[in-house]
């Protein structure tokens, strides 16, 4: 009795190859969900200790300036991940460090350049 | 069933041969012999790219977008110094009497040719097909070796294309890196001004 009782508290109980194999589909399937669901919540920020939007910004401008006069000409095709490799080093340069968070953001972090319209804008995104 | 999804997934990854390294190799270099008149002029040659440097010139990539190796020049040769050696060249087919870095104190050089390699890539975007791009940036200045004044600057970038490849294979990394570099010199040639402007 007490054997059989043990044997069905089992936390992973033995199951047939079939039936493993439909459960580890649907854990997979829902990991996939739950990955596309929370992921795309998900979003760089540059954090640094003690600075301010208006700094940020005033760097961010600088550095996608700086990272563009390396590569003058059409802001298109392999210019936009050189520019943009250069940005993220200037930026990293200056102390910053990118992460990925979760809307909201905490406190101190700041929304840089993420996208090919804004790389050849100039533009910088608000925090 | 299992069997052919990993058999898929991992011709995904690897596929074209994405990992290790390719060394592509490029042309003679252009020799030229010093002229007997002229000005007397140092080639300097800094290579600032940021993610690469020495004879590294590109990534190869897998299925997924992530790089996994490497397109170099052969023999070891640093972008650097191959390109000082036709910069070199193109200098005295210019008229000057040019030598690599600092020429020797009791003759020393009137102007400084100095290049700085921003840029020089090869790489391959994925899709539903492979694009492989390429681009290079060098900016190019002569300088008054006594003075430091600037005389005369100029950026040179030249890029190339090439789309719709499905598999890519070493062939491919050879003839864009060649193309790529024919073509930058070619166009450093075009710039290079044959007087100094004072």
């Known amino acids: 009795m007490l054997d059989s009782y043990r044997r069905s508290a089992r936390p992973f109980p033995r199951l047939c190859p079939a039936e493993a194999m439909r459960r580890s589909g649907r854990v997979l399937l829902l990991a996939a969900i739950l990955a596309a669901t929370l992921g795309?919540?998900?979003?760089?920020?540059?954090?640094?200790?003690?600075?301010?939007?208006?700094?940020?910004?005033?760097?961010?401008?600088?550095?996608?300036?700086?990272?563009k006069s390396t590569v003058p000409?059409?802001?298109?095709?392999?210019?936009?991940?050189?520019?943009?490799?250069r940005y993220r080093t200037c930026l990293a340069g200056r102390g910053y460090v990118r992460e990925k968070q979760f809307d909201p953001p905490a406190p101190g972090s700041y929304r840089g350049i993420e996208s090919e319209e804004e790389l050849a804008a100039g533009a910088v995104s608000k925090p | 069933m299992g069997r052919l999804l990993l058999i898929v997934m991992v011709s995904l990854a690897a596929g074209g041969c994405a990992f290790g390294t390719n060394?592509?190799?490029l042309p003679a270099a252009l020799t030229q012999e010093m002229p007997a008149t002229g000005d007397l002029l140092a080639v300097r040659v800094k290579d600032s790219r940021t993610d690469l440097s020495g004879a590294q010139v590109g990534f190869k990539r897998n299925g997924w977008g992530a790089k996994t190796g490497s397109v170099e020049l052969a023999n070891n040769e640093s972008l650097a110094h191959r390109l000082g050696g036709d910069l070199l060249?193109?200098?005295?087919?210019?008229?000057?009497?040019?030598?690599?870095?600092?020429?020797?104190?009791q003759d020393p050089a009137e102007v400084i040719l100095d290049t700085d390699i921003s840029t020089f890539?090869?790489?391959?975007?994925?899709?539903?097909?492979?694009?492989?791009?390429?681009?290079?940036?060098?900016?190019?200045?002569m300088v008054d070796a006594r003075t430091r004044q600037p005389l005369w600057s100029d950026v040179v970038r030249v890029d190339g294309r090439k789309p719709d490849v499905y598999a890519v294979v070493a062939s491919d990394y050879q003839q864009m890196v060649e193309d790529l570099y024919a073509r930058l010199v070619s166009a450093l040639r075009a710039a290079v001004?044959?007087?100094?402007?004072?």
């Open chain 1, 40 to 67: 795309g919540c998900a979003r760089y920020y540059w954090m640094k200790a003690g600075s301010t939007a208006e700094q940020f910004d005033r760097d961010s401008r600088e550095c996608v300036q700086d990272a």
């Open chain 1, 73 to 85: 000409g059409p802001v298109s095709g392999l210019a936009v991940d050189v520019i943009d490799q």
């Open chain 2, 23 to 25: 060394h592509v190799v």
């Open chain 2, 89 to 105: 060249a193109i200098s005295r087919l210019k008229g000057f009497r040019a030598s690599m870095s600092e020429p020797a104190p």
């Open chain 2, 121 to 141: 890539l090869v790489d391959a975007k994925i899709g539903w097909t492979i694009t492989l791009e390429s681009l290079a940036v060098v900016k190019v200045a």
């Open chain 2, 193 to 198: 001004p044959a007087v100094v402007p004072r």
